[in-house]
């Protein structure tokens, strides 16, 4: 069943791919749409149908501690005791990854089949769709790190190879080559881990196998049960595992390639580089998260990158005219806070932002693809303002997306940004000033947060209409999505509304947005109810060891329940009728537990907390409306604007002196003079040879006669004084 | 009787001429009759052995000698024309159209 979830996608894929441009040659632009953008949809739409059936047919089910399902195929690879199968994995926190993939996928799907309309290469992007869709799915399912690398690299290539899209278009290219070369830097830090995690523990499996005849425990179980291994181990792992993490979901320092990537046509943008493969650095940390609970050093080091990272993008985004390059380092910023969650030790918080950010930045995405569209591919938000009137769909999704990602009291953003705020400032990973400085930076986060996407709507819906005034003030650094469709720039009809097919996804995911955070309500808001989200994530991640726990003894054994279901759960061992009762009335004691043994002030504390957070949501969108409605215009800073420069940075100590080097020591010294030497010295040797030789050709036949005569004097001569020589002896 | 070593001493002179004729001749009519002496050298030694061993074998192999040699002569002779209506000359240091 799990295959058929991950290769209803590809099958699509290879359909689109291989007979796409037949279909167009016979049955024309507007039949090969349709058909092409049908065969996209169903194949993605089987596999969000499928993983929405195992999910809740089969792994819910399942008793909580043991809700694993796993597929196994064939073995890939196998030398001596290294074993890659080729196997998936699912368990909740690839369930809950399955789902939103897969969801939000076929919903953007279904909008690319509108918002590609007129394309020349409609099957080519939806080929390109549809096996990103596989290798996310790889990536995710994967039960063992190598499979999960592959998902890794395909994901990026996909990501290549949509960013260039627009394959006439110059800025595309570069931005495509430089999303690629960052991620490769990233990877080079996964497969070090990767063989690092190999020479430590002896497997890469993130399940229990069986090689050569002996159990071997995964190496997440065995990080957690075994006290052995060296700290400084750990720590490399983790470290190199967040070195990948980074290049994938655009940290600090590899963050510049995803701003550039919106070069790709708006549904990639919001699939790709907003909901789903960005975030799977978070979904490798939180999967390692056995690593990381022991490895201290790496979780500051990922906390302060992502709480960098956070505030650093924010404040550029406050400074963008594009409107896509504003989502872009607001998806930054928030997959910051994914990282600053995973830091502090709260895996399951950071997976439900992934999950919400997924919800509201794709129908952000959508909703500003469908404005670019409306306003025939006009990107700059100083050209736009009052499309309210034009576009109402369109405004109210982006206005509850603009609630959701500010964190308005009750959307989905709001309960998730609260969870990791609120983690981090009673993390215990952390020294505890630590966490409330971290805590500080992601609360202003948060006000700028609700800042900027308040300039955003009050600059593209709200306000005067700039569209129709004189074009003189062109701006040359505007990014225009000039490449291949549309084409028609310079004088812009009105602005309209888009068709069904892009609005009915933004309606879908606007409700989603909506109420996508009540199944991750912290206890403390829901009168003492376990929040659901965690409980259900629990199984998958692992929990902080309590430093300061009273009970010294307990938590190595109920870190080993968490990493390793077949040892001791929690629920009690019932089956058959009472085992959903038994799990719940275990899960119910487990979290009453909890709280209990967190204290009654906690509540109290985390409720202020929540409060603290509505009103700095309240707070920004406040300003932001009070301070853009009276000039949208305003420019910010210039190094702001310049986006602190990053890029001119790298340019100056990375890419230069790589080129330089490369040119003027590679190329002409290297390259030229020494391997181009060796290859031409070899040939004039033999050049030089060969002359020599040439003088014995003479091409008379008598000169040959004559050798030939020497020779066959110089055989006899030899035979007569050898051979008769000595019988004459005898 | 005429001992062996006289028609060995025949073979070799003849043969000598032969070879000195092959190289240093340019008349390719000239290098063809030296060629033929040459075989025609060898046929009699291998006659003379036969003789002396009373063995006919020898003799055998002087006509398939003579077999090849009337046949070369046609080939040759055929080649000599060839050449000739072609280049007009029979000095074979002309014929180089292999030389680089």
Same mark, same amino acid.
């Given at each position: ?22 279909? %167009? ?13 049908? +065969? #996209? ?75 590609? /309309? ?22 995710? %399912? ?38 690629? =070369? ?20 002896? @497997? ?23 006290? &052995? ?26 963050? @510049? ?21 960005? @975030? ?92 670019? /569209? ?7 938000? !100083?050209?736009?303002?009052? %499309? ?32 990791? %705020? ?17 805590? *500080? ?9 609700? =800042? ?5 709507? =009050?600059?593209?819906?709200?306000? !005067? ?37 892009? &609005? ?36 998958? *991640? ?48 487990? #979290? ?22 509505? *009103? ?110 000595? !019988?004459?002896?005898? | ?15 000598? +001429? ?9 008349? *390719? ?17 291998? +006659? ?19 077999? =090849?040699? #009337? ?30």
């Amino acid at each position: 069943m799990l295959k058929w979830i991950v290769f209803a996608p590809l099958i699509g894929a290879i359909i689109n791919g291989l007979f796409g441009r037949r279909f %167009l040659a016979h049955f024309g632009q507007k039949a090969t749409e349709k058909l092409v953008g049908f +065969i #996209a949809c169903a194949s993605v739409g089987v596999s969000a149908a499928l993983a929405g059936m195992v999910f809740l047919t089969r792994l819910l089910p399942l008793p909580k501690g043991e809700r694993r399902i796993t597929e196994h195929f064939f073995t890939w690879l196998k030398v001596g005791s290294f074993q890659a199968d080729f196997a998936y994995l699912l368990d909740p926190l690839s369930g809950v990854y399955i789902l939103f993939i897969t969801g939000v996928g076929l919903l953007i799907h279904i909008y690319a089949a509108g918002y590609m /309309h007129g394309d020349p290469g409609y099957y080519r992007f939806f080929c390109y769709l549809n096996l990103f869709m596989f290798m996310m799915l790889t990536l995710v %399912l994967a039960d063992n790190l190598l499979l999960l690398f592959v998902g890794w690299e395909g994901v990026g290539l996909c990501s290549y190879l949509l960013i260039g899209y627009y394959i006439k278009w110059d800025v595309a290219g570069s931005a495509a080559k430089k999303a690629f =070369v960052m991620n490769r830097i990233g990877d080079f830090g996964f497969m070090i881990a990767t063989f690092l995690v190999f020479t430590t523990f002896g @497997t890469i499996s993130f399940v229990t196998k069986n090689i050569n005849g002996q159990e071997v425990q995964s190496f997440l179980a065995q990080v957690a049960s075994s006290p &052995t291994v060296a700290a400084g181990t750990l720590t490399a792992i983790a470290l190199l595992f967040f070195v990948g993490a980074t290049g994938k979901s655009a940290q600090i320092p590899l963050f @510049t390639w995803l701003p550039d990537a919106m070069a790709g046509p708006t549904p990639v943008s919001a699939l790709i580089h907003a909901a789903t493969m960005v @975030t799977a650095g978070v979904y490798l940390v939180a999967r390692c998260s056995p690593v990381y609970v022991k490895a201290p050093t790496a979780m500051a080091v990922v906390a302060v990158i992502g709480a960098a990272t956070a505030i650093f993008a924010a404040t550029i985004g406050i400074a963008q005219n594009d409107i896509k390059k504003v989502l872009a380092y607001s998806t930054v910023s928030q997959l910051g806070y994914m990282f600053l969650a995973c830091g502090v030790g709260a895996f399951v918080a950071g997976i439900f932002h992934v999950m919400t950010h997924a919800f509201f930045k794709a129908l952000l995405f959508l909703g500003s693809g469908s404005v670019i /569209h409306g306003m025939n591919n006009e990107q700059d938000m !100083r050209r736009m303002g009052g %499309l309210k009137k034009y576009m109402q769909i369109t405004h109210a999704t982006m206005f509850v997306g603009w609630l959701a990602i500010s964190g308005f009291p009750l959307m989905s953003g709001f309960f998730s940004k609260d969870e990791i %705020l609120w983690r981090t400032w009673s993390t215990e990973a952390l020294p505890h000033n630590w966490g409330r400085a971290l805590w *500080v930076v992601g609360a202003i986060t948060a006000v700028i947060t609700a =800042v900027y996407m308040t300039r955003l709507m =009050v600059m593209t819906f709200w306000g !005067r209409e700039r569209f129709t005034e004189a074009r003189d003030d062109h701006h040359a650094g505007a990014g225009h999505a000039s490449g291949g469709h549309g084409g028609g720039h310079g004088h812009h009809g009105r602005p309209h509304e888009s068709g069904w097919l892009m &609005t009915v996804p933004l309606i879908i995911l606007a409700v989603l947005s909506i109420f996508g955070g009540y199944v991750g309500v912290p206890a403390a808001l829901s009168m003492g109810r376990p929040n659901y989200f965690e409980d259900f994530l629990k199984p998958s *991640v692992a929990q902080l060891e309590h430093a300061t726990a009273t009970h010294a003894a307990a938590p190595p054994a109920a870190l080993m329940a968490q990493s390793e279901p077949h040892g001791a759960t929690p629920a009690p061992e019932s089956h058959g009728a009472g085992a959903t009762a038994g799990a719940t009335a275990g899960a119910t004691a487990g #979290a009453t537990a909890q709280t209990a043994h967190e204290g009654g002030h906690d509540v109290e504390t985390e409720r202020l907390f929540t409060a603290i957070s509505s *009103v700095l949501a309240l707070l920004g969108l406040a300003f932001g409306l009070v301070f853009f409605k009276r000039n949208p215009l305003w420019r910010a800073p210039k190094l702001l604007e310049d986006k602190y420069r990053v890029d001119e940075f790298y340019d100056a100590t990375v890419v230069g002196p790589v080129e330089n080097l490369s040119r003027d020591g590679l190329w002409k010294v290297v390259d030229v003079k020494i391997i181009d030497g060796l290859v031409n010295g070899v040939a004039r040797l033999f050049a030089a040879l060969a002359g020599a030789l040439r003088y014995t050709q003479t091409g008379f036949a008598r000169n040959y006669a004559a050798v030939i005569l020497l020779g066959a004097i110089i055989v006899i001569g030899y035979f007569i004084v050898s051979v008769f020589g000595i !019988r004459i002896n005898i | 009787m005429v001992p062996l070593s006289w028609y060995l001493a025949l073979s070799a002179v003849l043969f000598t +001429i032969g070879v000195i004729g092959v190289l240093i001749q340019r008349n *390719v009519i000239s290098l063809f009759m030296c060629v033929e002496l040459m075989l025609n050298a060898v046929n009699i030694s291998l +006659i003379a052995f036969s003789r002396l061993h009373a063995n006919v074998t020898g003799q055998l192999f002087v006509f398939i000698v003579m077999a =090849v040699a #009337a046949a070369e002569a046609a080939v040759g002779l055929a080649i000599i024309i060839a050449l000739f209506r072609s280049r007009e000359t029979l000095n074979v240091d002309e014929a180089d159209l292999l030389k680089l």
